[in-house]
């Protein structure tokens, strides 16, 4: 059965930093885009980074452009979520999943493959 185990998640305050990983398990997933999501309380899933399983291009949602950085080691059959310059609304569970890059639009389409998530929790 594939699993996505993320982890890396904790509290932060404003203004630092985080590692989130994820780490299919089950299969590989070298061949796949892989992307992340979030999901603050109260609030829907929303769309965070995705990145092709070439390793470009990489798509991010405006709210975290430029701030975050998503990256994949193939070889190791891992991805990465760096997060820096954290703010309160990045509080959320953040989930990874696989899915499928659609260069004609531009878009990331996930998965019914999630992982269990992992808590960020930023203070201010």
């Known amino acids: 059965q594939v699993q996505l185990v993320e982890s890396g998640g904790g509290l932060v305050q404003a203004g630092g930093s985080l590692r989130l990983a994820c780490a299919p398990s089950?299969?590989?997933?070298?061949?796949?885009?892989m992307g992340w999501f979030r999901q603050a309380p109260g609030k829907e899933r929303e769309f965070v980074a995705a990145?092709?399983?070439?390793?470009?291009?990489?798509l991010y949602a405006a709210s975290v452009k430029g701030r975050c950085t998503i990256a994949r080691d193939n070889a190791k059959n891992i991805m990465y979520l760096q997060m820096n310059s954290l703010k309160p609304e990045d509080t959320a569970v953040y989930y990874c999943?696989?899915?499928?890059?659609?260069?004609?639009?531009?878009?990331?389409?996930?998965?019914?493959?999630w992982g269990q998530g992992t808590q960020v929790t930023v203070s201010s």
């Open positions: 999943t696989a899915g499928t890059y659609s260069g004609t639009s531009n878009q990331f389409l996930p998965s019914n493959t």
């Open positions: 089950g299969r590989t997933f070298s061949s796949v885009a």
């Open positions: 990145i092709t399983w070439a390793g470009g291009p990489v």
